[in-house]
């Protein structure tokens, strides 16, 4: 039996309060799709990038000037740690939290979920965002093709890839992660094998 948009009314039931990592790179909308996701499970949200600043009491952009990526990633990679002991929680991380092999074993704690989204969509989104330490005095379109490229490979190990258009309502994407999350379930026990 499935619901009107053809996934499990019991997906959150089958989740077991699994975590939930949205994965995929910067402006493929996993902080505003991961808001719809936690709502329609009854879970709770973060945005890693957010802890991350309030951790460091900084923007992220301060932390890249004043003490580079490198210290960024460390924080990224705390703050993981720390959010990967809980459950019941769907979290948008940021673009390059899969750089990091150790990421990869606070992210198998839950469900991965890589939302896949062409790099023409990803420019138009972020040709006016000043905010992202890495798209700061480069061609956008370049910059964001090296990132894909550089990432592709680990995005793709992620348990579920959605791909997406560039152009869907996050209503409906988080819809289709819903979908394509509980095809990935095991309809007998609902265990996660990671």
Known sequence: MTDIYGYPPDLAARLKGTNIFLVGMMGSGKTTVGQFLAKNLNY??????????QVAQKPINEIFAESGEDAFRQLETQVLSEVASYSRMVVA????????????????HGLVVWLDVPVEHLCRRLQADTSRPLLKDVDLKNKLEKLLEERRSLYSQADVRVVLQGDEPPEWVS????????KVLNPEDSAINN
């Not at 991380?93 to 198998?108: D, P």
């Not at 819809?175 to 509980?182: G, I, N």
């Open 175 to 182: 819809e289709r992660v819903q979908t394509d999350m509980s």
């Open 44 to 53: 709770r949200f973060i945005d890693t990038d957010s802890l991350v600043e």
């Open 93 to 108: 991380t940021g673009g390059g939290i899969v750089l990091a092999r150790q990421n990869w074993s606070f992210l198998h």
